[in-house]
């Protein structure tokens, strides 16, 4: 028996692994660090604002540590990244820094196209490779974690750019799983179905909530703490061989028929 325990914890512990999580001043962000944190890694929760906008637990991790992070600024990612890697390394990357716009196509302008592809596109990438040769140093096998969406497979009104971001962000997944597989780092994304948070208030009126709730099979929204385990465990022992892979955290959305 305490073998298998001392087997299990080797395999799902998070203990001696720097994680990075961006956008992650609250919402399913500031979720999934807590978790990372209270499963033993240390955790440096990235954001604008560099803190959480939430009520936080009475007790805090002591390895959870907020900072700022302007993901839309190239040369802060660079710096931000640069910190936290020489003072001890970096393991695992989530990339969930993300915004939408709620628009029909034909009123969208460039810049509102390219303001939601900077942060959900072009901030993944730089991310990743700035964060590449930490992962590539790291000692646990570096990882990346891509937060992606049902919307990377599905099609939904009035957010045509989120869509085409999230679609972008599972081929960066691929591409770089393939990629960097010799470099010693595993990419793999999560594609969340519908979870409270600030984004789903953003694009969701009672008739649409009511349609979403119909196609699914659990008939209900999920909570931040069914999402955030995937997370750790993608970032665990347990995960050392998997790479290029889309997981959904949906209720079932992406398979539900007729």
Known sequence: MEKSVQKLEELYSLKGLRIIVTGASGGLGLNQALMLAQCGATVFALSRTGHAKEDLPAVLPDSLHFGVLDVRDEQDIAACIKKIGDEGGIDVLVNNAGI????????????????????????????????????????????????????????FSQVVPYSSSKAAVLGITRGLAVEWSADNILVNAVSPGWFPSEMSRQVMDED??????????????????????IICF?????????????FAVDGGALAYGF
């Open 100 to 155: 939408t716009i709620k628009k029909r196509a034909e009123e969208l302008t460039t810049e509102e196209w390219e303001t939601v592809h900077q942060v959900n596109v072009t901030a993944v990438f730089n991310c990743c490779r700035y964060a590449y040769p930490y992962l590539k140093a790291s000692g646990h096998i570096g990882r990346i974690i891509n937060i992606a969406s049902m919307a990377s497979s599905l099609g």
């Open 234 to 246: 993608l970032s665990s022992r347990a995960a050392s061989y998997i790479t290029g892979q889309e």
């Open 208 to 229: 649409r909530k009511k349609r979403i709730l119909n196609r699914m099979p659990l008939h209900r929204f999920g909570s931040p703490d069914e999402l955030s385990p």
